[in-house]
């Protein structure tokens, strides 16, 4: 039994840590401590309390079904484009098991899009930004990936629609 219980744990814990190996690598590799970038993780804990905390059944749908979100912000225009470039390379050179989904390179704004089908029901995303201000985003998913909710996730996430506020003890508390 233990075994089994051994085995099982393993597996999913190497599922949910696919997408941010990305991270990892990116935070060991590139980023340099005058240099510094925002880094939030949201665990699958904090993922089921915010479940718990709205009444839109489709967040709440999107929230369960998600092992982990991580992102990585910066909003120094030469660190942005120094970052964007070093996520990039990482991406396309080292994580080719990742297909691109969505490319756009637009006048002042660049976004990848990278996903990979784990199995039926996950998938781990990685999403590298770099928008109209040069504001860099990088972004990592992992888990049950429906983009129609993922969309509403983020206008949610950026609008700051949280029905009950969670604070910042509470988020590492539950990571």
């Known amino acids: 039994m233990k075994k089994s219980f051994f ?3 393993a597996l999913l814990l190497t599922t949910s ?7 990892a690598k990116f935070l060991k590799e590139c980023v340099e401590a005058d240099r510094p970038v925002n880094n939030v993780n949201i665990g699958n ?3 089921n309390k915010m479940a718990s905390n709205t009444s839109d059944e489709e967040l709440k749908t999107t929230f369960r079904e ?5 992102i990585i912000t910066t909003e120094n225009k030469k660190d942005s484009k120094y970052y964007f470039e070093k996520a990039k390379e ?5 994580f080719t098991d990742y297909k691109e989904v969505v490319s756009v390179n637009e006048r002042k704004s660049k976004i990848n899009i990278l996903l990979k089908k784990i199995d039926e029901k996950t998938q781990d995303l990685i ?3 770099l928008d109209d201000d040069s504001k ?3 972004i990592t998913v992992s888990g049950n990936i429906d983009f129609n909710s993922i969309s509403k996730l983020s206008s ?3 609008e700051g629609t949280s029905e009950e506020p969670v604070s910042e003890k509470e988020i590492q508390k539950n990571n």
């Open 45 to 47: 804990a904090m993922l």
């Open 156 to 158: 949610s996430l950026r």
């Open 66 to 70: 998600l092992n982990s979100i991580r």
């Open 90 to 94: 990482i991406a396309f050179n080292e």
């Open 7 to 9: 085995i099982v744990f």
């Open 136 to 138: 860099l985003t990088i």
């Open 127 to 129: 999403l590298i930004a």
């Open 17 to 23: 840590i696919f997408a941010n190996d990305f991270i």
